[in-house]
């Protein structure tokens, strides 16, 4: 157990830092989701999305790339690119890359996509995205979303081989996790800046302790879902992906309405940066059929279905952490 | 970072459990009906925490001068707390005397001090109460009355501690008291024996079990200096870092985690635990419970490196509160016959701990006042 980030972990950290520095002043331009195609590249250029395949590095400093990029109001798509499809295929896939659970709803980044995971029945299969095949969607969501105007020939993509769809899923959960403690992390920063700063009834807004308080509550939940996504991808394992998506949307919902109530109405703004994070948020809690399919999916694990309970009355020692 | 466990660790935990299916009895899920503080724990804890020690796990995270293991870290305490206090602590209040009681004598302590008390604590013939909450001193703790004045060869003690825990069977009290001076300034700590003439123990009902709760009046109480903690006045210090420990000592989040796995299991013996909607609250209760278990094991990590306790205590303390509760209310919707007669003892005292864990260790107010004041660095009002 170590839970400070090594001298590999820091250099990767402090490379992105800088790498995403001129990606971090909010854009002016009103627009509701920014995609920086810009960002995306240098990422790719950088090497970024095959981090993971690096001797001695692995899932846990992908997850680390998603966690550094997402805190930036600009967008690049890194869930998928860095963190999915290098452990499934081994091997980087030009990104944005997409996830279209079904061909006739929204995805997130289709619409800038230069490849996709697409789901068909119990089939996952990769292929690449030409920009007419895609209508791009504008709505409420802080992502730049589409729809495949026709199902896609999935006969040319790549198929997953099935023993890697359980991961897909798995390793899905691990970024969206990633991607909304990220997204919490950032608005909760944008937010102390503001309270700090903005005077009502005499005194700066966080003085007061019921802002305080709300505050202090995302902190922890902030937090605690990236360690547990980071957790989860270090381990690799079901479960621990399924409760750090839990726990990310579990708490999105508290962290949107909070945050924005003590921005007032500059947060709703679109000269405010607010939004880039918690509309984002509000996208992922909805993301793997949002908290009750994930919660469904870490039942599944530690409760599988046909298994028999065990006989009771059990030793008071059952349970420990040994077996888990 | 890494979220794995040395083999070292692993063993640690083995010998741990087999310790525990070797040592307690089949009747433990009703000794600890009534939580760590009642009657019958405390009288178990004066058999369990002898042979805890005989078997060397009792103070095997101590340092080594102490007695302690070579090698063993934070992270054995941590897995030691972790086992015990996730089937109810065993212990009882022998955990205090081990966890934070010991390390502020190890540091504070005079040699006679260290002498009598700590081999005293290492061999677990004594349990600790903790003198802190006053009538007037709860969540404000510095502002507590207990004098303390000096009188020839000691001082005299006049005043009274109220919800004091595990008071009825303790042997000693550890007592804050005023000496001179207002709020943090003036406080002083004593290590008391509970049966000093002038002392009178009186239990206060709960709705939380027998023997949760008493208050201690102390009359024209003398104690020698030799029990005073540490300097005269310096108290607040000692204390703020022993609630650093106290307010992850007890593995919370470990009690959640098999209060949701003992309670579920249960619900599946009965098939009632198919409804969707009760599979997402266990799963999203485990959730929490996950995400404290990570959040106290970055405070773990900062005693490794031996930095400064942080707002990260605090931060973990209410992520420990939150997962207590989640599983605290798992229990009382979907298993509300456990909290009746003939019930699961272990699901009863978690239901019960749940209802303390925002008040004990700093309430979860505080914890949230420490978090925007040292965590977040947000502004204080003028």
Known sequence: MELD??????????????????????????????????????????????????????????????????????LAETGVSVLVAPALL??????????????????????????????????????????????????????????????????AGEPLPADKRTDFDRLRRVALAAEAASAMTAALEATIEYVTHRRQFGQPLGAFQAVQHRISRNAVHARGARLLALEAAWKGDALTAALAAVYAQRFAGEAIEDLHQFNGALGITL??????????????????????????????????????PPPGPEPATAYSQLGW | MEFGWS????????????????TLPPDWSDIARDGPGSHAQMDYAREFCPKMAQAGLLTRHWPVEYGGEAGA??????????????????????????????????????????????GKIASGEVLWAQGFSEPSAGSDLASLRTQATRVQGGYVINGSKIWTSYAHSADYVYLLTRTEGAAHAGITIFLVDLKLPGIDIRPINSILGEGEFHEVFFTDVFVPDEARLGEEGRGWAIVRAALHSERIGAARHEMARRTILKAVAELR????????????????????ARAARLLVYAVVEGRVKARDPSAETSIARYALYEADKAAAAFVAEFLPESLLDGGDGQLRAAFASGATVGLAAGSAEVQLNLIARDGLSLPMKA
């Open chain 1, 90 to 155: 081994g091997r980087t896939v030009p990104g944005p890359v997409a996830v279209v659970d079904e061909v006739a709803r929204p995805a997130r980044f289709l619409s800038v996509a230069r490849h996709a995971f697409v789901r068909r029945g119990a089939d996952v299969v990769l292929v690449e995205v030409a920009a007419d095949a895609v209508e791009p969607l504008s709505g409420m969501f802080a992502y730049p979303y589409g729809r495949f105007k026709a199902a896609p020939d999935l006969t």
């Open chain 2, 269 to 288: 013996r009965r098939k009632r635990f198919s409804d969707p909607v009760v599979r997402m609250r266990a799963a999203t209760a485990l959730a929490l």
């Open chain 2, 73 to 118: 870290t934070p992270w054995e305490h941590m897995i030691l707390s972790e086992e015990m206090w996730s089937i109810g602590d065993p212990r009882s209040s022998g955990y205090m005397g081990a966890n934070w009681i010991a390390p502020t004598i190890m540091k504070y302590g005079t040699p006679e001090q260290k002498a009598f008390h700590l």
């Open chain 1, 271 to 308: 000269d405010h940066p607010l939004h880039y994070w918690t509309y984002r948020l509000l996208a992922l809690q909805g993301e793997l059929g949002g908290l009750h399919v994930s919660a469904e999916a870490a039942a599944a694990e530690v409760w599988p279905e046909g298994a028999p």
């Open chain 1, 5 to 74: 980030l090594d001298p590999d972990q820091q250099a990767l950290v402090q490379a992105l830092e800088h790498l995403t520095q001129p990606f971090l002043e909010a854009p002016r331009q009103g627009v509701f989701a920014p995609y920086a195609p810009k960002l995306q590249a240098l990422l790719r250029e950088g090497e970024f999305d095959a981090v993971q395949l690096q001797p001695g590095l692995g899932p846990l400093e992908a997850a680390l790339v998603v966690d550094v990029v997402g805190r930036a109001p600009y």
């Open chain 2, 7 to 22: 083999e070292q660790q692993l063993a640690f935990r083995r010998k741990l459990l087999d310790f525990l299916d070797e």
